[in-house]
């Protein structure tokens, strides 16, 4: 499951005290009892060995988030979007970037071409 999160908002709370939160994309999930949970340049590296379990909720307005704990220590994760939604943008990205790869490459055998002409005059 935390592997589809993508963009997230994260909170960081010990109790009810706030320690940090921001915005990130969940990069890697993995599992090593050796390795510690990392945010780094709104990035997460979430290692499920740091926390001692993991709770699915439901805020008010019926979305999703994930609470990663460790006694009183709180990683809560609540997506910006979900796993469709970023399947889709990554789809489109991927088409976006061949019909541009399309346009270069037909631009330049048009400027092959422009030369092979202007050269046999």
Known sequence: MLTDLGRVHYTYTQGKKLLSEGEGDVMEVFGDPQRSTLVVNNALYLNVDSFDYLELKQSPQKE????????EMC??????????????????????????MDQVLAARWDAELDDDCSDSF
Not at 64 to 71: G, M, R
Not at 75 to 100: D, G, K, N, V
């Open 64 to 71: 999703t988030y994930f609470d990663l704990v460790q006694e």
């Open 75 to 100: 990683l809560r994760l609540i997506p910006h979007s979900t796993p469709l939604q970023e399947r889709r943008e990554r789809q489109l990205s991927a088409c976006a970037i061949e019909a541009m």
